[in-house]
């Protein structure tokens, strides 16, 4: 196994000003492992119920995702989200949240996913984040994402399941909330203390930053004219950014910058349209080109300052 | 001559959680000559009161800035401007404003200015601005900032003045606002329909980002682990990007995303402490050291995306 993500898989119901599903796939272990299989083999450990169908099924199965550990409950139901998003779609509203079968959810691994070179520890209650840490003592890499909700009534356990992984690939504000510290850097700095190597801070239409001891890297997002439906765009981001990772020999900081390259790109092109219709439809060289576009809307020439000599 | 800049020179008083100062020097034509005195020569139109006193005017003269074109109106006072910031440095309260001679402002060009290669036409009125501009019809390139004050009270004698000027500097809020567009990507397509080469838009904390017609560059601030008081950052940023273009023979595209680099650079030095404080002791050295992090801070390898072999 290269890739084990752990986390919800779903049936999202969304409303923008530009139209309406009812029901799609969504959930983070969806986006991520979509987002992920266009680098790497992924595997999903999750929960579903009985009202979970072929179409769903074919959609891993198309993009070559392992559903072994993708357990079915037959006389449960599916989690449910549904969500509205106003004009400005940084403005979103959570209409209804449906756990069903995964309130109850116990991440089961496999021996074959124990053995796991890289994990992502998608956005769950901490303790079972931690549980499934703890399985993967050889892993190379393990990451983790998180929400308000956790840092908010599960602050211990959730600093406890940091100290534990290499890598925390999260937002903003969740950042400033999780240190208690209004200033970024700083706020970096109090999280790289208590164990990981890594930070990743998802800063949305601002781009991406991270943060290791020693070095600071950031990029802008990719620029849209047009933003149709922002869910799942974190999770597409971190499953990008880890299955570039997963497809290279040596997890670096330079595979570290490319990969936060990659995780944009695919968020980028994620809420271009509903849920995971467009990633679906992805193509490698659609992926490289935007690659490729960001060098361009990045790059400066290092030239050294020279004072200009001063006109008569 | 080099460079022009038109706008306020005033006394700032400022309170912060950190520290208070009662009258410093500031307003958007001492900050921006500053900065840009380190590239380039600068000349100041602008005009203070009786009370403009001599420590002031050496601080102009320890930097080189030409006060030929700053007025004295001996029985008026200058301009003050007071305001509070928060733990937040992102909110801030105006507490007072004086206009005093600056109210009855009317830039007045000696002839060596008129004949100046670059123009900053700082956040005043928009017939003022665009008065100045019809005085420099041989300058290479002029550029404009402004205000949400004028957008939502001058907003056609604005639109007029964007149409003859050939770079637009202004901040994220004010290019949707004038746009009339909330997706940025949009109101800088329709910014640059009416008229100037070249958009850039400061971000604050989050970088900046540069349009024109052909290309996009986006670049992130310059990590600070403390603020101290952000007031004069944006004329700060013009005037390093300003100046560093002035020393230029080229005014390319490659040009501006370098210039850019060189306004983020002095805007982060300029938040470090009071006023101008912090940018009127820096050295050459301070200031290419920080142009070369910020390329160790973007820099990331151009590598063509390879699916990962399939792991058995």
Chains 1, 2 share one sequence.
Do not use: C
């Amino acid at each position: 196994m290269s890739l084990l993500v752990v986390g919800s898989v779903a049936f999202d119901a969304v409303e923008t000003p530009f139209g309406k599903r009812d029901r799609m796939l969504g959930g983070s272990a969806s986006h991520f492992s979509i987002a992920a299989s266009f680098f790497t083999d992924v595997r999903v450990v999750g929960v579903v119920g009985g009202d979970f169908g072929k179409s769903e099924s074919e959609v891993f199965d198309r993009h070559n995702v392992d559903t072994t550990d993708l357990e079915i409950i037959p006389e449960g139901k599916t989690f449910r989200w549904s969500g509205r998003y106003e004009y400005d779609l940084n403005v979103a509203h959570t209409l209804e949240t449906q756990l069903n079968v995964f309130a109850g959810f116990q991440p089961k691994l496999s021996d074959g996913s124990k053995k796991t070179r890289l994990a992502f520890l998608g956005n769950i209650q901490p303790d079972l984040q931690r549980g499934v840490r703890e399985q993967l003592p050889n892993a190379e890499l393990v990451a983790l994402d998180t929400m308000n909700l956790w840092i908010e009534t599960t602050r211990d356990s959730l600093q406890k399941t940091i100290e534990v992984v290499d890598l925390v690939i999260i937002n903003d504000a969740e950042a400033r909330q999780v240190a208690d510290e209004p200033n970024l850097i700083k706020a970096a700095r109090k999280i790289l203390s208590w164990g990981p190597k890594t930070l990743i801070v998802k800063r949305g239409e601002y781009g991406a930053a991270m943060f290791t001891k020693d070095a600071y890297f950031a990029i802008p997002a990719y620029p849209l004219e047009a933003v149709f439906d922002p869910t799942g765009a974190g999770d597409t981001f971190a499953g990008g950014l880890m299955g570039y990772l997963a497809s290279q020999d040596k997890l670096d900081e330079a595979a570290l910058r490319r990969a936060m390259i990659f995780g944009s790109v695919m968020a980028s092109f994620n809420v271009e349209e509903f849920g995971t219709e467009r990633v679906q439809r992805l193509t490698h060289e659609e992926i490289n080109q935007r690659f490729r576009d960001f060098k361009r809307f990045t790059h400066f020439e290092e030239i050294p300052f020279q004072k200009a000599e001063r006109a008569v």
